[in-house]
């Protein structure tokens, strides 16, 4: 039997957090990014690098499931790796982590799982960084312009050759991070990073260059990115494409009270039926919006088992669909819809008509165009009509 060494670096795998931000339906951690999660992909590139002892810090409840990505990835090395059960903060997280250390670690790394794309030798530039006393993070050049602000008020300009934007793993000197994380509990303070913590304690800190890949998965759009950087392997990183989404919708004539249609009331004309006023110009864009961004569709945020929907009419649903894209990370880039009918005759009133719905979707810009079918089908014979709209739509960021 060849007895490996037992390695003087660790990293802590922080996986902790439940991703309120990204509003999917498990922690974080355990959401797909392909067929494999994004703390399978964190421990993939971790594996890569040097060997080191590595901590997982899962959320409580599934350490199971962070112990099968851990075994996965670690291949014939699954005597390097454990599960520890995380904390309320990132910061308490981290402290679970160092508890787990062997006592042979010198050199402790911090390492954010939602940064699932991170090189490799990022993780091992930063493990070779740290020497002396001084803590050692990967950051990036900041590209924006930046501004302070106040509410509404631009206070001041911020010069941004003075900023750089910190990344993970960061590494540290073991004893001197573990009296650094002592003091922070001590006193009760909450660090955004571990940098923050350590140099609260009186430690110098450095940076060396991180990398594009290493971007933090906090949004639906950055797991877009994700995808798509996994999608064209080897290819420099490149912005999130839009995306597009079709929806359609008919309802027939016969309903209760006033004519609704595009947003607009039409007096005279004969109401259609449907659980809300059945104007199905909005509810083909609601889904055509909801689908370019991956949301579902009208069923599943507007159906009749949500009463307060009865009767409520398109900027209600078309300003709840905006608020949902904008959780998800999205903005809308255009709607265009058609609508088919013989009756109510459109043209006079299209400009107030796209000029409301765009106003509910937030200022987005909206074409609606209008048809008859030269007497075929339903929508000929007057029974009613029908509606195809197409969004575009944009993640953020
Ligand atoms: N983290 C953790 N324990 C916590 C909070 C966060 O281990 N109590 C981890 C996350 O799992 C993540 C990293 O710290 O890998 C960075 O945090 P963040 O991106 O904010 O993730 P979440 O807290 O999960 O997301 P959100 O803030 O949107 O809820
Ligand atoms: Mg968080």
């Known amino acids: ?102 006592a ?7 390492h954010d799982a939602a940064r699932a794309l991170t090189p490799p030798a990022q993780i091992d530039a930063v493990a070779d960084a740290v020497t002396g006393q001084a803590g050692v993070i990967p950051a990036l050049p900041v590209v924006d312009t930046l501004k302070r602000v106040d509410g509404a008020e631009v206070v001041a300009a911020v010069d941004r050759s ?32 571990d940098a923050a913590l350590f140099a609260a304690a009186g430690h110098p800190v450095r940076r060396i260059p991180g990398s594009e890949r290493a971007f933090k998965i906090t949004t639906p759009a950055d797991l877009e990115r994700a995808r798509h950087l996994l999608g064209h392997a080897g290819v420099p990183a490149a912005p999130a494409l839009p995306r597009i989404g079709i929806g359609t919708d008919a309802h027939a004539y016969g309903g209760e009270g006033d004519l609704w249609l595009a947003g607009l009331r039409w007096p005279g004309g004969r109401a259609l039926s449907g659980h809300s006023d059945g104007d199905a110009v909005a509810h083909a864009i609601v889904d055509a919006l909801l689908s370019a961004a991956g949301l579902g569709d009208i069923g599943t945020h507007f159906g ?7 009767g409520a009419h398109a900027d209600v649903f078309l300003r709840r669909t905006a608020q949902l894209l904008a959780e998800a990370g999205f903005g809308i880039g255009s709607v265009s819809v058609q609508f088919q009918a013989n009756r109510p005759r459109f043209s006079a009133r299209r400009a107030e008509a796209e000029r409301v719905l765009s106003a509910a979707l937030g200022g987005a810009p909206v074409s609606v165009t209008a048809t008859t079918t030269d007497g075929l089908g339903f929508t000929g014979r007057g029974e009613g009509v029908a509606v195809t709209a197409v969004a575009l739509v944009v993640p953020a960021g």
């Open 104 to 110: 042979d670690v010198t050199t402790v790394l911090v």
């Open 304 to 310: 009749t088992d949500h009463p307060e929907y009865a």
């Open 162 to 193: 003075e900023l750089a934007a910190a990344q993970t793993p960061q590494g540290f000197p073991r004893r001197a991070l573990e009296e650094a994380y002592a003091q922070a509990a001590a006193s009760g303070t909450d660090h955004t990073d």
């Open 1 to 102: 039997m060849t007895l490996l060494p037992v390695p003087t670096t660790a990293i802590i795998v922080v996986a902790a957090g439940s991703g309120t931000r990204l509003g999917a339906d498990a922690p974080k951690a355990f959401v797909g990014i392909d067929s494999r999660s994004i703390l399978r992909h964190a421990l993939d590139g971790v594996f890569a690098a040097a060997p080191m002892q590595v901590v997982v810090v899962a959320p409580a409840g599934y350490e199971g499931e962070a112990e099968a990505e851990l075994r996965a990835a670690a291949g014939d090395r699954a005597d390097l790796g454990r599960v520890v059960t995380g904390g309320a903060t990132r910061q308490q997280s981290v402290a679970a982590g160092l508890r787990a250390l062997w």
